[in-house]
């Protein structure tokens, strides 16, 4: 059984980092497209950053420049490391995987998030001013 968790989350003042982790166990079909989403407060999900088997990497416009996603070498984990984090940065963090990808099921700024079979728990990450 595929099983995606997330670890790193926590609480720190605007301006600070703070990197967040995704182990993979079990099988995911290759190929396959992994990435962070988030959900805030009394908003809707959406997609932060990914990655595809190509290494190619996709960001959302409000962490481009500030947060960097990238996975060791077996693919065993997923990493998101985030820089100068802001209040608006204050979520749940997931870990999400699309199997059967090429690349990932995102267009321009339409993340498909229902092509995202398997999901972690989800990490909190607050960030104070």
């Known amino acids: 059984q595929e099983r995606l968790v997330e670890s790193g989350g926590g609480s720190v003042q605007t301006g600070g980092t703070l990197r967040l982790s995704c182990a993979v166990s079990?099988?995911?079909?290759?190929?396959?497209?992994i990435g962070w989403f988030r959900r805030a407060a009394d908003k809707q999900r959406e997609g932060v950053a990914a990655?595809?088997?190509?290494?190619?990497?996709t960001y959302a416009d409000s962490v481009k420049g500030r947060f960097t996603i990238s996975q060791d070498n077996a693919k065993n984990t997923l990493f998101l490391q985030m820089n100068s984090l802001k209040p608006e940065d204050t979520a749940m963090y997931y870990c999400?995987?699309?199997?059967?990808?090429?690349?990932?099921?995102?267009?321009?700024?339409?993340?498909?998030?229902?092509?995202?079979?398997?999901w972690g728990q989800g990490t909190q990450v607050t960030v104070s001013s």
């Open positions: 999400a995987a699309a199997a059967g990808f090429d690349q990932c099921p995102i267009y321009g700024d339409r993340w498909l998030d229902d092509r995202f079979g398997y």
């Open positions: 079990g099988k995911v079909y290759n190929p396959y497209c």
């Open positions: 990655i595809d088997r190509y290494g190619t990497t």
